[in-house]
């Protein structure tokens, strides 16, 4: 037995897309560690990708933006009498294609179908589950380090939304359960998703600089996170926000990041 303990336990993984992901590397330790993995995608074309990636697995296509079809998984998943010890949310969305915009100039039509992809479709996806989770499981969600140090533009304060929505949802399912809801809180990554952010490549070496080690994070890390807070060994952790960042978030005044700024001022 390993220490995760989540050997034939049953997970739902949303949000994978390649081999660059957060999902995609939590879901392959959960693999690597015995458990058996369930996954949704939005389409068929996502689907055979993740077919490549994890052969033999049951996938579902789901849309989040839509409550009817969150509310019709839950129905389908009841009357195969699945239960799951864990889901990872690993969803977000948000539409950059006119460039990076100041906060004030934020359309609502993105600001609105940003939140619902990348925050409320959790509580829509809690709610739908309840029934077919496990009296003892672990729900986990990815946000960010710090909603107000990263160029994330709108999604900062959505991304803070869900940190919130993390925490009245353990308050919520505590009244009949013992769900666990925690979200972890990861610094700039390289991923695929990332990627499309402009500007983020240069707030992710800024973000490598501010880390105390000088060395970015690393997907894996915070994969390894999200395992442990999926896993009963983290029985003790509930409605918070785990912050992976290298230390970044208590460096911001590191003394050669400091020293470089005032050489060049």
Same mark, same amino acid.
Do not use: W
């Given at each position: 037995?390993?220490?995760? =303990?989540? *050997?034939?336990?049953?997970?739902?993984?949303?949000?994978?897309?390649?081999?660059?992901?957060?999902?995609?590397?939590?879901?392959?330790?959960?693999?690597?560690?015995?458990?058996?993995?369930?996954?949704?995608?939005?389409?068929?074309?996502?689907?055979?990708?993740?077919?490549?990636?994890?052969?033999?697995?049951?996938?579902?296509?789901?849309?989040?933006?839509?409550?009817?079809?969150?509310?019709?998984?839950?129905?389908?998943?009841?009357?195969?009498?699945?239960?799951?010890?864990?889901?990872?949310?690993?969803?977000?969305?948000?539409?950059?294609?006119?460039?990076?915009?100041?906060?004030?100039?934020?359309?609502?039509?993105?600001?609105?179908?940003?939140?619902?992809?990348?925050?409320?479709?959790?509580?829509?996806?809690?709610?739908?589950?309840?029934?077919?989770?496990?009296?003892?499981?672990?729900?986990?969600?990815?946000?960010?380090?710090?909603?107000?140090?990263?160029?994330?533009?709108?999604?900062?304060?959505?991304?803070?939304?869900?940190?919130?929505?993390?925490?009245?949802?353990?308050?919520?399912?505590?009244?009949?359960?013992?769900?666990?809801?925690?979200?972890?809180?990861?610094?700039?990554?390289?991923?695929?998703?990332?990627?499309?952010?402009?500007?983020?490549?240069? =707030?992710?070496?800024?973000? *490598? *600089?501010?880390?105390?080690?000088?060395?970015?994070?690393?997907?894996?890390?915070?994969?390894?996170?999200?395992?442990?807070?999926?896993?009963?060994?983290?029985?003790?952790?509930?409605?918070?926000?785990?912050?992976?960042?290298?230390?970044?978030?208590?460096?911001?005044?590191?003394?050669?990041?400091?020293?470089?700024?005032?050489?060049?001022?």
């Amino acid at each position: 037995m390993s220490f995760l =303990n989540i *050997e034939n336990k049953n997970f739902l993984i949303t949000g994978v897309a390649n081999k660059k992901s957060v999902a995609y590397f939590s879901a392959k330790i959960l693999e690597e560690n015995g458990a058996n993995l369930f996954f949704t995608v939005l389409n068929e074309e996502i689907k055979q990708r993740v077919v490549k990636l994890f052969p033999n697995r049951p996938i579902f296509l789901l849309d989040v933006e839509s409550e009817g079809d969150i509310l019709n998984f839950g129905e389908i998943l009841k009357k195969e009498k699945i239960i799951f010890n864990g889901l990872l949310h690993s969803i977000a969305f948000a539409n950059y294609s006119d460039g990076m915009k100041p906060f004030h100039e934020t359309k609502l039509k993105d600001y609105l179908q940003a939140s619902t992809i990348s925050s409320f479709s959790l509580v829509m996806l809690a709610n739908a589950l309840k029934d077919v989770f496990d009296s003892n499981a672990s729900v986990v969600t990815i946000s960010i380090s710090s909603t107000r140090a990263t160029n994330y533009g709108y999604m900062g304060p959505i991304k803070a939304s869900l940190d919130s929505t993390v925490a009245f949802l353990a308050k919520s399912f505590s009244s009949f359960s013992k769900i666990r809801f925690n979200a972890v809180c990861a610094g700039p990554l390289k991923t695929s998703a990332s990627a499309g952010i402009p500007g983020y490549i240069e =707030n992710y070496l800024y973000a *490598e *600089e501010l880390t105390m080690r000088k060395r970015a994070l690393e997907t894996l890390e915070v994969a390894n996170t999200v395992a442990f807070l999926l896993s009963p060994s983290s029985s003790g952790i509930n409605a918070s926000g785990v912050v992976v960042d290298g230390g970044m978030s208590a460096n911001y005044f590191d003394e050669k990041v400091v020293s470089a700024f005032s050489k060049n001022s």
